[in-house]
């Protein structure tokens, strides 16, 4: 098994930056794709963006290109989500998610693991 423990969220004015730290304990090895998806208020959750073990070839969904960075440090198990040029339209529960797959895919429902999601929000 493998927990996924969030941090990092909160309330900030639009134009600003926050940074998501997600920290992975248990089977950690088991966790070679990690990646972060969102989900604002009676939305489905949708990908944001992942990382493989290598730290490249790293995929965003278009909204956040150019504005967030994803990245990793597996000698500490965590993935970090830098988020600049925030949007009132990132306003959304950020969930790290954890996966086995060699590949990246960014459908929610093929990650197995899971954490409890982090706030933020974005004021206009």
């Known amino acids: 098994q493998v927990q996924l423990l969030e941090s990092g969220g909160g309330l900030v004015q639009a134009g600003g930056s926050l940074r998501l730290s997600c920290t992975a304990s248990?089977?950690?090895?088991?966790?070679?794709?990690m990646c972060w998806f969102r989900q604002a208020s009676g939305t489905e959750r949708d990908f944001v963006a992942a990382?493989?073990?290598?730290?490249?070839?790293?995929v965003y969904t278009d909204s956040v290109k150019g504005r967030f960075t994803i990245s990793r440090d597996n000698a500490k198990n965590t993935v970090y989500l830098q988020m600049n040029s925030l949007k009132p339209e990132d306003t959304a529960v950020y969930y790290c998610?954890?996966?086995?797959?060699?590949?990246?895919?960014?459908?929610?429902?093929?990650?197995?693991?899971w954490g409890q999601g982090t706030q933020v929000t974005v004021s206009s």
């Open positions: 248990g089977r950690t090895s088991s966790t070679y794709v």
């Open positions: 998610a954890a996966s086995t797959f060699r590949l990246i895919i960014t459908a929610a429902s093929t990650y197995p693991y």
């Open positions: 990382i493989p073990w290598s730290g490249d070839d790293t």
